[in-house]
Structure formats: C-alpha cells, structure tokens
C-alpha cells in the first residue's frame, strides 16, 4: 500500500468511447502525475500537476485530458483512443513539485486496452 | 538524446546469487539518481536514491547502488538475490528540478 489508490484496475474500451481513470492519494501531497507506461519502452512523463494547477503537458495527444479537482484526486479522461495507447497509466504523488526534497510514490496502476 | 540507459534488457539469476543491475545516465551536472522495483502487476516502488554525499547509497530490500562520476553509473547490487527480488527494475535520473526520466527497464528472473 503506497497511499495512492487507482481505479479501474482493468479498462478494456473501444476506439469511440469515452471513459476516465482515477487516481487519489491519501498522503497530503501536493504534487500529482500522470506516466504512461509501454512495453519495452521508458516510463513517459504525460501530465505534472502541482497545488491543483496543470504546469507540464509533455506534448500528450489531446485524446488525453487530465483533470484535477482537488490536491488528492487526479483523473484521466479518454476518448477516441488508438489502439496504440494501449498501456498501463501510472498515477504518481509526491510532497511538492521538484527535486531533490521529494520522492515520488506510484499508484499500481490501471491497465488499458483499447479495441 | 536518452538521458538514462539500462544496457541489460533481462537478467537471470540462481538464487543467493549476488547481484549487478546497471544503469548509466548522460547528464553534464551531477544528477539526482533513484531506483525503483516493479513487482508483476504492481506500480513502481523505490528502492533508494542519491542526491549528495556519501556515493554508496543503502536503499530497502537490502539493496545499495554505487555513484561513479566517472563512469556516469549508477549501478545496483545485492549481495544474495532471493526468489521474491524477482521483478523490472527502473533507474531514473532528475535532469532539473522536475524532469524525471526513467530508464527502459531490466527484468530479473531468479532461478530455484
């Protein structure tokens, strides 16, 4: 138990539906972060997230919409997603944004197939 | 240009065994270094990291990673493997202040 919880653990959705993953940390960070997370390739940063205010977009496909309505909950809404966005997305906490004070924790993350 | 690199895609193992994960960073300044462990299904959990100071860093699980400036390495070890250390390991490297980057990854078996 890392205190970052997410939910669905399992999402399989077809290329036009609209679906949104979950993310909450029960450790009073401030910092919150999406990562997506391909077979044989790096962890990709996608979105940072600090006191509640979106300040990086790597360069993520507008498919992809974070949003983030408190300091504790982190959500991703997805529509008409690829077959190639098919991966496992990591929600990530850590106490503020920036190093080297913090470390970041990592949720177990949801597992997407997109058909 | 990849700012860290794992050259072992998978590493197997016997059990007691020690072990070596390697990673190597590009980076001009000193970085700030982390390894994490991924159990099958599970996210990412740290292991240790290293800002400053001591180059020899002990993390959990009865790991430590070595700081080498001059190899630009951050390699970790263990001195005897058990079944249960078998997982993915990540090495990442702070480039500034917020931009972590993760290695590819080196998935350890361990064999009975």
């Known amino acids: 138990e890392t205190g970052v919880t997410q939910t669905p653990r399992h999402l399989v959705m077809g290329m036009t539906n609209k679906k949104s993953l979950k993310c909450e940390q029960h450790?009073?960070?401030?910092?919150m972060y999406w990562y997506k997370q391909s077979a044989k390739k790096p962890l990709e940063l996608m979105f940072v997230?600090?006191?509640?205010?979106?300040?990086e977009n790597n360069s993520v496909p507008s498919r992809f919409s974070p949003e983030c309505p408190n300091s504790s909950h982190l959500f991703l809404h997805l529509h008409t997603l690829q077959p190639e966005d098919s991966a496992l997305y990591l929600c990530?906490?850590?106490?503020?944004?920036?190093?080297?004070?913090?470390?970041?924790?990592f949720g177990e993350g949801s597992w997407l197939t997109v058909v | 240009a990849q700012s860290v690199t794992q050259p072992d895609i998978h590493i197997t193992v016997s059990e007691g065994a020690s072990l070596e994960l390697r990673c190597n960073y590009s980076?001009?300044?000193?970085?700030?270094l982390f390894w994490y462990v991924q159990s099958p299904g599970q996210g990412l959990q740290l292991l240790l990291k290293?800002?400053?100071?001591?180059?020899l860093v002990q993390g959990i699980k009865g790991f430590e990673a070595e700081f080498k400036r001059s190899q630009s390495s951050f390699n970790l070890r263990k001195p005897s493997v058990h079944w249960s250390d078998a997982a993915e390991y990540f090495c990442?490297?702070?480039?500034?202040?917020?931009?972590?980057?993760f290695g590819a990854g080196t998935r350890l078996t361990v064999k009975p």
């Open positions: 990530a906490s850590s106490q503020d944004k920036g190093f080297p004070g913090n470390t970041i924790y």
């Open positions: 450790l009073g960070h401030n910092a």
């Open positions: 997230y600090s006191l509640e205010e979106r300040v």
């Open positions: 980076y001009g300044a000193t970085p700030y």
């Open positions: 290293y800002f400053s100071g001591d180059t």
């Open positions: 990442a490297v702070v480039r500034n202040n917020n931009d972590m980057r």
